[in-house]
């Protein structure tokens, strides 16, 4: 283990060679330094400095046994000291199955010992270490951190003011866990209802909504010195395809992209978005090779870098899913993305094959050494940004004064006020009265917590409307109960004053909907939660009272509670039109619906 005096000496060094009192710039004069630093590097540096990697475990040096044995059969190394050692990488991305985010205090110490191997390393650069913390569905950092409303709930809000105070907090708070790159916000314009991948994640369906609120996340992550992501470009918005599991085919025209998808990425630009994060799906209005986006070079540099004047990081989605390996063989994918005009190549299943295969490339004059010299200089200029040179650990001290405060937690509960939002209210049946309906059953789908720290939500709204005065208890059904299941919740229901259920998207031949039926039938009160998705509520035309919640997350469900509890009034309006599900042509409820009380 490198003594702190050998650790500082590395950084001061680094630091020193960069010093001029002013952030790099693109074009500006640091760059002088920074290309300096490039001409210094040997072959193999700087194609690890391309990379951005998983790593198995919570320790940098110490990991648990089965975290070894995971990087070993996956990375060919024991650590992430190791790995950063061995491949020279110049990024990290945490995930919590990769059991990178235990704490807060235990991701800090994380992070600086990534930082501590790669800064003690000959000619040693820090490390830009990133995560998806999208909010809502998608969040690798979990509680105590601040949890905040997912993307369509903040478009329920409408909000600029909203959605810039999310990137401030949430960028203080992963800045103070040494977590400088977040893969946030996606740009996708959602106007598929069967879209599988983006949904909720999603701003809304209006482009316009989208580009507001784009850009006002990413002023927040700026502010906080967090560089944000816009993704996925150039737009994952109308697809019916996962493209983690299969090959997307966008079928948009040209001009239908330039008006519907382009929109909030030029927002995003405009705000000075430090990163683009590119998608694996085929657009042929745009690239008719049918090659993913990700690796287009009439995408990524005839109209990203070309069109829109992108001069940004470009960062691929991850090269393990599906989408870009359809096509092309592993050692192939990340070649083919710098060609096409990426920067970072973002998790490859196998570490070992691409960065052999861009060295390979080189070598054998199918890149240029130039060519990774202008992508290295990018992702240089935006560590330099971020001050990574001059500041790359984190303290205990800064977690604590920073993660999870009650300032954070009491902002997140106002935010999440503003989004929930009333479908429906037949007989003006919410909000509901505590005198009337004393006893309330709580039932319905109780998926993971996204971050692993959360839920169950049957749990988290009995627990919320036991504190507003009611009795509640809860009774997980889950996503597909059983006639036996159902049974049993339609039994309790006989207990209680009203049913409060959480539906959890919703088909036409979902049990769920057999569910809720039957717990109508009962002539007991029945109030839905939309948990995820919105267009719940088109499968269920019976129940009296209907909320949107965007997401199952505690600081969502408990607003929900307090909207039917009446201690506040639902303030959200959809940013996503619900159709008919007997007729997906007509609109059910339209963009800008919601009731209120």
């Known amino acids: 283990m490198p003594s702190r005096r050998t650790v500082l000496a590395a950084t001061a060094g680094v630091a020193a060679a960069l010093a001029t009192g002013a952030p790099a710039q693109a074009g500006g004069h640091d760059d002088k330094k920074l290309r300096s630093l490039i001409s210094r590097m040997t072959l193999e540096e700087k194609v690890g400095q391309l990379f951005v990697s998983r790593v198995y475990g919570h320790s940098a040096t110490a990991p648990d046994q089965a975290d070894i044995d995971a990087n070993l059969k996956e990375l060919g190394v024991r650590t992430a000291a190791e790995l950063v050692e061995k491949y020279r990488v110049g990024g990290i991305i945490y995930f919590t199955w990769a059991h990178n985010t235990r704490d807060p205090h235990q991701i800090a110490d994380l992070s600086n010992g990534i930082q501590r191997a790669a800064l003690t390393a000959p000619r040693g650069l820090p490390v830009l270490i990133s995560t998806d913390q999208e909010h809502g569905i998608v969040c690798r950092v979990g509680e105590p951190a601040t949890l905040f409303p997912g993307a369509m709930a903040i478009g329920a809000g409408g909000s600029r003011q909203d959605a810039r105070a999310l990137g401030r907090i949430a960028g203080r708070e992963l800045k103070a866990l040494g977590i400088r790159q977040n893969y946030s916000p996606v740009a996708d314009v959602n106007v598929n209802p ?51 599991y299969g090959f997307p085919v966008i079928t948009h025209s ?67 899913m599906e989408g870009v390996r359809t096509k092309y063989g592993d050692d192939r994918v990340p070649v083919l993305a710098l060609k096409a005009g990426v920067d970072q190549l973002l998790n490859p299943p196998s570490l070992d094959v691409a960065w052999k295969a861009v060295l390979k490339a080189v070598q054998d004059g199918e890149l240029t050494e130039e060519r990774l010299d202008a992508s290295i200089l990018r992702i240089l200029r935006l560590k330099a940004r971020l001050r990574l040179f001059e500041e790359p650990y984190v303290s205990r001290a800064g977690v604590t004064r ?42 319905g789908a109780d998926p993971a917590s996204p971050s692993g720290t959360t839920g169950p939500p049957t749990g988290v709204l009995a627990a919320a409307l036991t504190e507003l005065g009611f009795t509640a208890t809860a009774l ?37 909907k057999a569910l809720v039926e039957q717990l109508v039938a009962t002539g007991r009160p029945v109030v839905a939660v939309a ?66 009380y």
């Open 194 to 244: 069967a879209n599988p991948v983006i949904g909720v994640r999603s701003f809304g369906s209006e482009p316009r909504a989208v580009s507001d609120l784009v850009a006002a996340e990413v002023t927040g992550y700026e502010g906080a010195g967090v560089a944000a992501t816009a993704k996925h470009f150039p737009g994952h918005g109308d697809t019916a395809v996962d493209s983690h």
């Open 476 to 512: 997980s059904t889950g996503t597909a109960p059983s006639a036996a299941t159902i049974a049993r919740a339609v039994a309790a229901a006989g207990e209680a004053d009203a049913v409060v259920v959480g539906t959890y998207n919703v088909s036409a031949t979902s049990a769920q």
């Open 531 to 596: 948990i995820r998705n919105p267009y719940d509520v088109a499968h269920l035309p019976s129940v009296p009272a209907y909320l949107a919640a965007y997401s199952w997350t505690d600081v969502e469900l408990r607003a929900a509670a307090r909207v039917i509890a009446g201690r506040v009034a639902p303030r959200g309006k959809l940013p996503v039109p619900v159709q008919r599900a007997d007729d997906p042509a007509q609109v059910l409820y339209p963009v800008g619906y919601g009731l209120t």
């Open 254 to 320: 040209r001009e239908l992209w330039e008006r519907l998808d382009a929109a909030p990425f030029r927002a995003a630009i405009r705000a000075g978005i430090d990163s683009i994060m590119t998608a694996h799906i085929q657009f042929p209005a745009l690239d008719a090779s049918g090659d993913p986006a990700t690796l287009s070079h009439p995408i990524l540099t005839g109209i990203l870098r070309e069109e829109l004047g992108y001069d940004g990081v470009v960062v691929t989605d991850s090269l393990g």
């Open 402 to 443: 920073t993660v999870g405060v009650r300032a954070h937690l009491a902002a997140v509960d106002r935010i999440a006020e503003r989004t929930t939002t009333l479908l429906v209210n037949t007989g003006r049946l919410l909000p509901l009265d505590r005198r009337e309906h004393p006893r309330v059953l709580v039932v």
